[in-house]
């Protein structure tokens, strides 16, 4: 595992992410003067970055087999404390065949289904 800056990482890289999450918590005024971030890490599979206002790393959790859909988080760059690659695509490759996919261009389309937004990365 070594740090690994955002413009080395490849589509289908699997990394850790450290970045600084909002929170809602309820403490003295002291200790929120004090300890105002809140460090999250995350790890999945490298999928791009996207946005056209923000930017946002997309992190792949999981995926259906069957129609290719990504369950993805969305983490402001700005917000990235450092990226760790775990395993570099090839690796992963040999374990989630659909990594392979992600070589060409990503998509992503959104849309409602049942007041719930739907995310599916093409």
Same mark, same amino acid.
């Given at each position: ?45 490298? /999928?791009?970055?996207?946005? #056209?206002?923000? %930017?946002?790393? *997309?992190?792949?959790?999981? @995926? &259906?087999? +069957? ?34 996919? /992600?070589?060409?261009?990503? #998509?992503?389309? %959104?849309?409602? *289904?049942?007041?719930?937004? @739907? &995310?599916? +990365?093409?």
């Amino acid at each position: 595992m070594r740090k690994i800056s955002l413009e080395d990482l490849r589509k289908g890289d699997f990394i850790l992410v450290r970045w600084i999450d909002a929170s809602d918590v309820k403490a003295p005024l002291r200790e929120h003067e004090t300890r105002p971030e809140v460090y999250v890490k995350d790890w999945g599979v490298y /999928l791009g970055v996207s946005g #056209r206002k923000h %930017r946002f790393l *997309l992190l792949g959790k999981d @995926v &259906v087999e +069957v129609h290719n859909e990504w369950g993805a988080t969305r983490i402001p760059l700005d917000l990235i404390v450092e990226i760790v690659l775990i395993l570099p695509r090839e690796e992963v490759s040999e374990a989630i065949r659909e990594i392979l996919a /992600l070589t060409r261009r990503v #998509r992503i389309r %959104r849309w409602t *289904l049942r007041n719930r937004e @739907v &995310v599916k +990365v093409a």
